[in-house]
């Protein structure tokens, strides 16, 4: 009688973990997310809305993150937690970075070595419909992460 509580809590743990990475590869009505640098996140959000938050049968979420540009510059330290943060989540599939080359440089090794394809530019809203077209584009790839990388050319 005890172990229907845990079997269920199971049950629902894995279930939880399918969405992005499972063998049958993404399931219709996942959601998985893109996280944007503070600078490209008005543009992004509102070409997502323009995408009704999905690319195919995929949910998309925009987590917008904390501001990397300081009075002196660049941040590094942010920039890093940034790039930690997206790596950290499971779900995350890409990664639009800010408009510049030095703070790409420090969170391109964070985000090779977790898989996440990153994207930089000029604006947000072409970045995520890049995205958005490599995530319809790769379907229901077993690894949706990796295919994304594979759609953008920035394969491992």
Do not use: H
């Amino acid at each position: 009688m005890r172990r229907a509580p845990v079997l269920f809590l199971a049950c629902v743990l894995l279930a939880g973990f399918t969405g992005c990475g499972a063998a049958d590869g993404v399931s219709s009505g996942a959601t998985v997310s893109v996280y944007v640098a503070k600078p490209q996140c008005a543009g992004a959000l509102r070409e997502l809305a323009r995408a009704n938050g999905r690319a195919g049968d995929v949910r998309v979420r925009a987590v917008c993150l904390r501001g990397a540009a300081s009075e002196n510059g660049w941040n590094l330290a942010t920039i890093g937690a940034n790039a930690r943060r997206a790596s950290e989540d499971s779900t995350t599939v890409g990664y639009i970075a800010e408009p510049s080359p030095t703070p790409i440089r420090f969170s391109a090794t964070i985000l090779d070595a977790a898989g996440i394809a990153q994207i930089s530019g000029a604006s947000g809203s072409i970045a995520m419909s890049t995205l958005l077209r490599a995530i319809r584009q790769a379907g229901d790839a077993s690894s949706l992460r990796e295919s994304v990388r594979d759609e953008l050319g920035q394969a491992r």
